[in-house]
């Protein structure tokens, strides 16, 4: 038997990287309450399989969380849309702060929405792994350093937000100090057995916290990573 078959144009393995399929992902997060246009533009220029590995591009759209090794995780595009927009709260932060490199992803978004961005990663190799990323997509506003982000970046504070992508303890009172009156700290926090995600706004003399929602986060460690081997 014959079977009769249409030749279909060849993507050359690129179809599900492509900008059609960005697009489609920037449709479902506004459709998901994503709001601020500036936020799903940044998405939609910024290549996410970029920051993963190869064998998972096919899957850099999908709107999940994937690995990037070392027990670590690349955010999901609506948390990472969701936290880059509560922190932004409509304005344009000159600097911004970053704990928790891993792989580059949000810092990258951020880069296209804030003059410089300060990211601090407690694992070396994904950091080097994230600023070949950024040189590669000639990324020049983002500044890096393998700290502990408990202790924020003092001598660049203090700054016109922050967004940590683990999950902390209990509220990290260091960066909360390291804000600017009136700008927004995003920071999951474990409560009760779950993690949050709060939006803590500077204040003249403390800060007020609003709840976002439920969350899942990689947790925020102590100190710097061992090396691996
Ligand atoms: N923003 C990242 C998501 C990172 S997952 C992205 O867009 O891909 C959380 C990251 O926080 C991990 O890479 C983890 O190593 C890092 N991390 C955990 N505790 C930390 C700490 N105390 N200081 C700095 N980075 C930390």
């Known amino acids: 038997m014959i079977h009769r078959r249409k030749l279909e144009p060849s993507t050359g393995g690129r179809g599900m990287t492509s900008q059609g399929t960005r697009d489609r992902l920037v449709r479902r997060l506004r459709d998901h309450g994503i709001a601020d246009e500036r936020v799903l533009e940044a998405i939609a220029n910024t290549p996410r399989h970029a920051f993963i590995d190869e064998a998972l591009s096919s899957r850099a759209y999908e709107d999940t969380a994937l690995p990037i090794g070392l027990g670590q995780t ?9 936290m880059t927009e509560a922190m932004l709260d409509g304005g344009t932060p000159e600097k911004v702060l970053e704990v928790g490199t891993g792989s580059g992803y ?6 296209a ?6 990211t601090v990663e407690r694992v070396e190799e994904l950091l080097k792994q994230a600023r070949r990323r950024f ?3 000639k990324l020049k506003n983002i500044y890096t350093r ?3 982000g408990h202790l924020g970046w003092p001598s660049q504070a203090p700054f016109d937000g922050i967004l940590v992508t683990a999950a902390a303890s209990a509220l990290p009172i260091e960066l909360v100090a390291q804000l600017k009156e009136g700008a927004v700290m995003v920071v999951p926090v474990a409560r009760g057995g779950m993690q949050r995600l709060l939006a803590v706004r500077r204040t003249e003399d403390g800060y007020d916290e ?7 986060f990689v947790p925020l460690l102590a100190g710097l990573a061992k090396a691996e081997r």
């Open 74 to 82: 690349i955010s999901q595009p609506w948390v990472v849309a969701r």
């Open 106 to 111: 949000q810092a990258a978004v951020l880069s």
């Open 113 to 118: 929405l804030v003059s410089r961005i300060f």
């Open 135 to 137: 040189h590669k997509l």
């Open 146 to 148: 393998h700290a502990d």
């Open 210 to 216: 609003e709840d976002l929602g439920g969350v899942i």
